[in-house]
């Protein structure tokens, strides 16, 4: 079945900016979301359609796509975004959704 | 303002079977699909699959098709999702999640029900 990657993990200090990737073969043709999830909480919305932010999300959160690969930046992370971060997208078809096997993200 | 009230947590024996409700507020619930998604404990989001809650047309993900059920009732603005054949795999919390709009992702979430499988 259908697989999106992600590294298990991210490190940064606070200020720094976290990268976090999410790769599968068919994101040239899907378009990529990011999803927060702090524990014992539902997801958060943080990035649709590759690099749109939704209202409310603070502007250090950008998204970006090239080819196989979708990326969440945080420029200037805070100890507030500490948390599991999830990609989703969609399958070659089109009619599944898939979910990354999720990013904890670590502020030093 | 939209929201997804869940029902709440459930403790199975194996075999079986759950049903979890969501009721939806602040949108019109029939122009909508309501999505369901689980997480077991320590693991990944997993998308089980759709319901259009206007004609009650579903998509299952392929790993459930045969446990699994969507239905609706448009009258009371829920959604519901019940998984047979429960097995010890299966706890996890499930969450129903709504798209704000076309290819928006999914903004808004139930709390989530945990359920429990155990003999």
């Known amino acids: 079945s259908y697989e999106l990657t992600q590294p298990p993990s991210v490190s940064v200090s606070p200020g720094q900016t976290a990268r976090i990737t999410c790769s599968g073969d068919?994101?040239?043709?899907?378009?990529g979301y990011w999803y927060q999830q702090r524990p014992g909480q539902a997801p958060l919305l943080v990035i649709y359609?590759?690099?749109e932010r939704p209202s409310g999300i603070p502007e250090r959160f950008s998204g970006s796509s090239s080819g196989t690969t979708v990326t969440l930046t945080i420029t200037g992370v805070q100890a507030e975004d500490e948390a599991d971060y999830y990609c989703?997208?969609?399958?070659?078809?089109?009619?599944?959704?898939?979910f990354g096997g999720g990013t904890k993200l670590t502020v030093l | 303002q939209v929201q997804l009230v869940q029902s709440g947590a459930e403790v199975k024996k194996p075999g079986a079977s759950v049903r979890v409700s969501c009721k939806a507020s602040g949108y019109t619930f029939s122009t909508y699909a309501m999505h369901w998604v689980r997480q077991a404990p320590g693991q990944r989001l997993e998308w089980m699959g759709w319901i259009n809650a206007g004609n009650g047309n579903t998509k299952y993900s392929q790993k459930f098709l045969d446990r699994v059920t969507f239905t609706r009732d448009t009258s009371a603005s829920t959604a519901y999702m019940e998984l047979s054949s429960l097995r010890s795999e299966d706890t996890a919390v499930y969450y129903c999640?709504?798209?704000?709009?076309?290819?928006?992702?999914?903004?808004?979430w139930g709390q989530g029900t945990p359920v429990t499988v155990s003999s």
């Open positions: 989703q997208s969609a399958d070659s078809s089109g009619t599944s959704v898939v």
């Open positions: 068919a994101l040239p043709k899907h378009y």
């Open positions: 359609k590759d690099s």
């Open positions: 999640a709504k798209e704000g709009d076309i290819l928006t992702g999914y903004v808004y």
